[in-house]
């Protein structure tokens, strides 16, 4: 639908990087279809096809994931980098993932966060998509004059599993209570139905975003690590304290 004179300008768009086909959806799905359902354009890439994983073909974890974003209101790309398992921190790939950034021009970018104590590929993805929203700012970059320089409003990470959390940075909360919003995150997860089959997925995630909703005196919610203090304009973007205890 285009704006008409007088609507707001449309959000720019959420960047969701995920390092094998369901990260994205078990860590930060929820968010995702929060902001779709807000009328935000999310875009998630994939940088393996599961190759490595006990269960499910390449194939399957690809079918699945073209499922779960369909039902998040997202789009969806692969990237081939090192393969599964395979991942290292290398400028050749931080620079690729800024070329990502500054073709889809995001507002938001997720990705894994850096904590170690997690699948290897989550934390070194992490560190690259940090190394990427730096490096799609630079101008001088060769493999990038193709492009124009972009800079990122905000880069949060999301944590797929609790010893993914890290302990030294205070998270964001967002409220996915909303009907639609949680029964969308859960399709998505379910979608992943290779990996729902081996091990309760879904009902950790639930369990996890639960706890933090009953923290903060909402339903449900899921939390955000901001890679560099967030700035406001004005205290009322501010929302509200999740103090209810």
């Known amino acids: 639908?285009?704006?008409?004179?007088?609507?707001?300008?449309?959000?720019?768009?959420?960047?969701?990087f995920g390092a094998h086909p369901d990260d994205i959806e078990f860590g930060g799905g929820g968010v995702v279809a929060?902001?779709?359902?807000?009328g935000r354009a999310a875009h998630l890439v994939v940088c393996s096809r599961g190759e490595a994983a006990t269960h499910g073909s390449p194939a399957q974890?690809?079918?699945?994931a073209e499922k779960a974003a369909a039902l998040l209101g997202a789009t969806l790309e692969f990237i081939e980098l090192d393969g599964d398992s395979h991942l290292e921190v290398r400028a050749a790939h931080a620079i690729r993932l800024a070329g990502v950034i500054r073709r889809v021009r995001p507002g938001i970018v997720l990705a894994p966060s850096?904590?170690?104590?997690?699948?290897?590929?989550?934390?070194?993805?992490?560190?690259?998509?940090?190394?990427?929203?730096?490096?799609?700012?630079y101008g001088g970059v060769a493999e990038l004059r193709g492009s124009p320089p972009y800079e990122t409003g905000l880069l949060f990470y999301y944590a797929v599993t609790p010893e993914a959390e890290p302990d030294n940075v205070t998270p964001v909360l967002v409220d996915v209570s909303a009907p639609e919003v949680l029964a969308a995150w859960t399709a998505a997860m379910e979608a992943h139905a290779s990996q729902t089959s081996a091990r309760a997925?879904?009902?950790?995630?639930l369990a996890r975003a639960r706890l933090r909703g009953l923290r903060a005196g909402i339903g449900h919610a899921i939390a955000l690590f901001?890679?560099?203090?967030?700035?406001?304009?004005?205290?009322?973007?501010a929302g509200r304290g999740a103090r209810r205890f």
């Open 1 to 16: 639908m285009k704006p008409t004179p007088n609507s707001p300008p449309e959000p720019a768009p959420l960047l969701a």
């Open 34 to 38: 929060q902001e779709t359902r807000h």
């Open 61 to 64: 974890r690809v079918a699945e």
């Open 114 to 137: 850096l904590v170690e104590n997690q699948h290897p590929d989550h934390a070194r993805l992490g560190t690259l998509v940090r190394d990427a929203t730096r490096l799609a700012r």
């Open 201 to 205: 997925y879904v009902e950790l995630q």
């Open 226 to 237: 901001p890679n560099d203090p967030l700035v406001l304009d004005s205290l009322t973007q």
